[in-house]
């Protein structure tokens, strides 16, 4: 050494990306991938995060709706200025109704109701773009399926300095599971060992709520 | 070291010590060596079509003249001017003349494909 401090007793000169946001992810993956270029990984970042919140809908938003008489259309889509709908999870309060995906319901009653009609829809919401701020709990709990699912699909790729099957085909699964993982979690409405359980359809005596399976 | 086309020329120049006119003019002109690097541009596009990401993968691959394009930076990421570099020297060197290595060429070309497209290149 050319007399400089020696980094690994220097506290905090060591690099280590601490952050809990999409740093974190594209510093991990970046350090670890040779010959990857940046847009290719912010590319393949974005598709894991929007694939991860189809997949798994971890964000789930209950809202409650009014349809006003004579009117025939509700539209959740966009959720906010950040926020898409991906799917409906449960919908309640029209009899006749056709969805339309991703986020638009049509009462399809005939002659249209001259009664104003509400109900509740559990929606599933994915991020729009990149640059969403995705809670601290995604970051951290789930960043280890996020990045599987970036190196599956980088690993994936042809015709690369990284293309790799074997190591796809292992991050892939590593990925798949992450998201049941999350998926079982919002399922639960994020309580482990906790009392947010209700008893399955079956043992219900049949008497559906039209909640079994959410 | 800056990374346009002007720079590329430059060094692959140095590279095929063609800097110092032998005979009054240099070995190859500098239409000659751009008409080279456009070449590579090609290669790289084809080879690696995430390099164009940024640039725009459906417009029509840039083609460079000097010395219009003398401080025009290349379109793609830092990591392909090295590759683009050999394929510049090995290209040129294939040119038939007393002074070509054709032994030199090869390793070049092949350098060229092993950096774009494996780990150990």
Sequence with gaps: MSGGADPCATPGALFQSSSADLDRLLDNVGAMVPGLTTDVLTMVAWNTIED?????????????WQLDPQQIVLNFDPYDSNWRVCRFLYFSGLQNVKFIPPGRVQDVTYPTPDTERTGEALLALKPNNLNVALPYDVWTTYFEALMNGVLHRLYMQPGKPYSDMQAAQLHGRL??????????????????????????????????DGRQGL | MSR??????????????????????????????????????LQIRSKRPDAFLVYGLRL???????????????????????????????RSELTEDTFSDDGRAVTLMSKFTQQLLRING
């Design chain 1, 52 to 64: 991860f919140y189809q997949r798994s809908t971890y964000r789930r938003e209950h809202v409650y």
């Design chain 1, 175 to 208: 990925y798949r599971s992450g998201i049941s993982s999350a998926r079982a979690d919002a399922q639960a409405q994020h309580l482990r060992e906790g009392s947010s359980w209700q008893y399955p359809y079956f043992a219900v005596g049949g008497h559906a």
């Design chain 2, 4 to 41: 346009t086309v002007g720079g590329l020329v430059t060094e692959a120049r140095q590279l095929l010590n063609d800097t110092v006119p032998i005979s009054g003019a240099p070995r190859f002109t500098d239409g000659a060596l751009v008409a080279v690097v456009n070449e590579g541009v």
């Design chain 2, 60 to 90: 029509p691959t840039p083609v460079y003249a000097l010395p219009d394009d003398e401080d025009t930076n290349l379109p793609f990421a830092d990591m392909f001017y090295s590759p683009l570099l050999f394929y510049v020297v090995g």
